[in-house]
């Protein structure tokens, strides 16, 4: 059974940084693209941003370019999201999700093609 479990969550002053992880078992991790997908209170869900396992290569939103860090750990089927300069307009829900590496990287940031999501780790930057 394929899963995604995210962790690393939690409470941040603005300016802050945190680290969330997400642990992938259960399907060919190289053959996928993992994304961090988040939600804030009463709004729809936004692509933040995605690596391809296998290229290496990443994307950002425009929000979090120059901010946040996409990387994975090919051993530990592990892709992180390392988040600097936290906004209070960060706050929100972030999931994971995988998706095939076959698509281009605008299918995959339209959002309608992950094949597993994780349950969400919740963020939150405020004083």
């Known amino acids: 059974e394929a899963q995604l479990v995210e962790s690393g969550g939690g409470l941040v002053q603005p300016g802050g940084s945190l680290r969330l992880s997400c642990a992938a078992s259960?399907?060919?991790?190289?053959?996928?693209?993992l994304s961090w997908v988040r939600q804030a209170p009463g709004k729809g869900r936004e692509w933040v941003s995605t690596i391809y396992i296998y290229s290496g290569n990443t994307y950002y939103a425009d929000v979090v370019q120059g901010r946040f860090t996409i990387s994975a750990d090919n051993t530990k089927n592990t892709v992180y999201l390392t988040m600097n300069t936290l906004k209070p307009e960060d706050t929100a829900l972030y999931y994971c999700?995988?998706?095939?590496?076959?698509?281009?990287?605008?299918?995959?940031?339209?959002?309608?093609?992950?094949?597993?999501w994780g349950q969400g780790t919740q963020v939150t930057v405020s004083s």
């Open positions: 999700a995988a998706a095939p590496n076959a698509l281009t990287r605008w299918t995959i940031e339209e959002g309608n093609s992950y094949d597993y």
């Open positions: 259960g399907f060919p991790f190289a053959d996928y693209a």
